[in-house]
T-cell receptor
């Protein structure tokens, strides 16, 4: 089955700096890669996603890059703000004849220091 | 608010018991997914339903079962509960059956004593 590794497990950055979270996946059939932000005690919220036919996607301060050959994808947050502090999860999803399986990474706890 | 609702919010029960968690998807969404999140751990995919049919299974124990009803709400049944089943259980919904964004409900916190 799919295996998704996520690094680092914790990340502290100064406000205004950039943060990068990396994930690798094992199943070459995976073709949809969402990122979720989960604040303490709250639900995961989709913040950005990318499909395998795209190499990069950007939404304001957030960007995701995908390298299918190397089977890794990354989340980039620029100009970090204290409200970016949360746990971020990557996920890899494959579609096999209408059957979708989603595998999540183990999460990165991001702390933005004011 | 994602539009996905889950009940109950909290559930405390004893080992060996059986509980049912309920999820109502966003209006128009046909897929429902169930996830388990243990303390300080990531999200484990349990099972997916699409328009009433089971579509994918993840790490779901045999003691757990789920179904999706004609009105598209879903229930997750957990039986013969063990201490290790204590976790947050999330459901999520999406419009289609594959490769699209999922919207999570607020979760049900299950405590088994």
């Amino acid at each position: 089955g799919e295996n998704v590794e996520q690094h680092p497990s914790t990340l502290s950055v100064q406000e205004g700096d950039s943060a990068v979270i990396k994930c690798t996946y094992s199943d070459s059939a995976s073709n949809y890669f969402p990122w979720y932000k989960q604040e303490l005690g709250k639900r995961p919220q989709l913040i950005i996603d990318i499909r395998s036919n795209v190499g990069e996607k950007k939404d304001q301060r957030i960007a995701v890059t995908l390298n299918k050959t190397a089977k890794h994808f990354s989340l980039h947050i620029t100009e970090t703000q204290p409200e970016d502090s949360a746990v971020y999860f990557c996920a890899a999803s494959s579609d096999s004849g209408g059957y979708q399986k989603v595998t999540f990474g183990t999460g990165t706890k991001l702390q933005v220091i004011p | 608010d994602s539009g996905v609702t889950q009940t109950p919010k909290h559930l405390i029960t004893a080992t060996g018991q059986r509980v049912t968690l309920r999820c109502s998807p966003r209006s128009g969404d046909l897929s429902v997914y169930w996830y388990q999140q243990s303390l300080d751990q990531g999200l484990q995919f349990l099972i997916q339903y699409y328009n009433g049919e089971e579509r994918a299974k993840g790490n779901i124990l045999e003691r757990f079962s789920a179904q999706q009803f004609p009105d598209l709400h879903s229930e997750l049944n957990l039986s013969s509960l063990e201490l290790g089943d204590s976790a947050l259980y999330f459901c999520a919904s999406s419009q289609r059956d594959t490769l699209n964004e999922q919207y999570f409900g607020p979760g049900t916190r299950l405590t088994v004593t």
